[in-house]
Antibody, heavy 124, light 107 residues
Framework: EVQLLESGGGLVQPGGSLRLSCAAS????????VNWVRQAPGKGLEWVST????????YYADSVKGRFAISRDNSKNTLFLQMNSLRAEDTAVYYC?????????????????WGQGTMVTVSS | AIRMTQSPSSFSASTGDRVTITCRAS??????LAWYQQKPGKAPKLLIY???TLQSGVPSRFSGSGSGTDFTLTISCLQSEDFATYYC?????????FGPGTKVDIK
């Protein structure tokens, strides 16, 4: 079964750091771009970041550029999101999502598999 | 960035109704448009990609149409399990932004 499982969320003070992980299983992880999408309480979906299958290409939303870093370890089938200088407005459920190149192209595609999400709360 | 708008933002409907949700892109995105369904406390689920292609396992009562800047999601006969929030997303260019969502609730 194709599956994504996030971990690492929690409560952190403003200005603090947190590292999220997303463990993938059931597919050849290294051949797919993967993404982080977040959802603030009661709000809509916000794309955060994308990384290509090799890790050589990364993309960020303006709201997190310079503060967040996406990476992956293909030997461990794991995606990461390093979040620094956290702000109250970063409070959200963070989802990892797999891109499906059959829906478009290798890096321009819809997100066909989603994890269950991990909650990040930034508060003093 | 290519901005996405949806209308309506919410509405009430009854089981058996035919419902249509509209999504508009601020620029031409060809057919690089996806629709997702999200239920409370759950992750989004891909329904349609490439504007009109049904994702595997999605019931045929869901359909999508459009290209360029104007798109629609139609549910031909609303079922109880379809009450949810629906989002469109463009993936023509980065950032792949989502629309604000359309909440469908029970009349």
């Amino acid at each position: 079964e194709v599956q994504l499982l996030e971990s690492g969320g929690g409560l952190v003070q403003p200005g603090g750091s947190l590292r999220l992980s997303c463990a993938a299983s059931g597919f050849t992880f290294s051949t797919y771009a993967v993404n982080w999408v977040r959802q603030a309480p009661g709000k809509g979906l916000e794309w955060v970041s994308t990384i290509s299958g090799s890790g050589g290409n990364t993309y960020y939303a303006d709201s997190v550029k310079g503060r967040f870093a996406i990476s992956r370890d293909n030997s461990k089938n794991t995606l990461f999101l390093q979040m620094n200088s956290l702000r109250a407005e970063d409070t959200a459920v963070y989802y990892c999502a797999k891109g499906d190149p059959l829906t478009g192209t290798t890096l321009r595609n819809a997100f066909d598999i989603w994890g269950q999400g991990t909650m990040v709360t930034v508060s003093s | 960035a290519i901005r996405m708008t949806q209308s309506p933002s919410s509405f009430s409907a009854s089981t058996g109704d035919r419902v249509t949700i509209t999504c508009r892109a601020s620029q031409n995105i060809n057919s690089y448009l996806a629709w997702y369904q999200q239920k409370p406390g759950k992750a989004p689920k891909l329904l349609i990609y490439a504007a009109s292609t049904l994702q595997s396992g999605v019931p045929s009562r869901f359909s999508g149409s459009g290209s360029g800047t104007d798109f629609t999601l139609t549910i031909s006969c609303l079922q109880s399990e379809d009450f949810a929030t629906y989002y469109c997303q463009q993936y023509y260019s980065y950032p792949p932004l989502f629309g604000p969502g359309t909440k469908v609730d029970i009349k």
